[in-house]
């Protein structure tokens, strides 16, 4: 791997992890905790980069590395609301 491969990676994982943990902070009836909104926010924003991908949406150079930033922080913040959802409703029916 090179240097242009591996840093639109990192990109999406740091940003997917602030994105987790600012949805977190913001929508604290979802909150898992700072770990494990850090952990979901990182699978969030590999998940974005995977589409991305995939999909070829994402354009090259500046532009491209915005949309990389916005999408995994947006992918972080939406599985964090998810895996939140999921828990309450878990603890709402065992308790």
């Known amino acids: 791997m090179d240097s242009s ?7 999406s994982l740091i940003s997917g992890s602030i994105g987790g ?14 770990i494990c909104n850090t952990i979901v926010g990182l699978l969030g924003g590999m998940g974005q980069m995977l589409i991305a991908h995939l999909t070829t949406a994402v354009t090259t150079g500046g532009i491209g ?20 959802a999921i828990k ?3 603890t709402t029916k065992t308790a």
């Open 65 to 84: 590395m915005v949309a990389n930033v916005g999408g995994s922080a947006v992918g972080g913040a939406i599985l964090i609301a998810i895996m939140g």
């Open 88 to 90: 309450n409703a878990a």
């Open 5 to 11: 491969t591996i840093v639109p990676i990192i990109i």
């Open 21 to 34: 943990n600012i949805a977190g902070a913001l929508l604290r009836k979802f909150s898992l905790g700072p």
